[in-house]
């Protein structure tokens, strides 16, 4: 049975961190790129992050470029999601997800198979 479950989460003041997790289980993790998106009620899930199953490449959107940063532990088959300088419209739930082939599109939430439940994000000013 396939499984992501993303950790991490919490609430922070505008220029904080955080460093979400997402652990997964029930398939051959290394094989998969690995995506992150958010999503705020009422809106459609954005794509945030994306990595390549060996972790060589990345890809961000450019509201986090500069501020986020994906990585991958495949030998404990994790994800990260290092989350730096949080502004308040950072707030979201956030979703991990697995897809066989990822890129280019990796923003595009139809390319992924496996998704977690999410964990969510709130950023006070």
């Known amino acids: 049975q396939v499984q992501l479950v993303e950790s991490g989460g919490g609430s922070v003041q505008a220029g904080g961190s955080l460093r979400l997790s997402c652990a997964a289980s029930?398939?051959?993790?290394?094989?998969?790129?690995m995506g992150w998106f958010r999503q705020v009620p009422g809106n459609e899930r954005e794509g945030v992050a994306a990595?390549?199953?060996?972790?060589?490449?990345?890809a961000y959107a450019e509201s986090v470029k500069g501020r986020f940063t994906i990585s991958r532990d495949n030998a404990k088959n994790t994800l990260y999601l290092q989350m730096n300088s949080l502004k308040p419209e950072d707030t979201a739930m956030y979703y991990c997800?697995?897809?066989?082939?990822?890129?280019?599109?990796?923003?595009?939430?139809?390319?992924?198979?496996?998704w977690g439940q999410g964990t969510q994000v709130t950023v006070s000013s």
């Open positions: 997800a697995a897809g066989f082939k990822c890129f280019p599109f990796w923003y595009d939430s139809s390319v992924y198979y496996y």
């Open positions: 029930g398939y051959s993790y290394s094989s998969y790129c």
């Open positions: 990595i390549v199953a060996g972790g060589g490449s990345t």
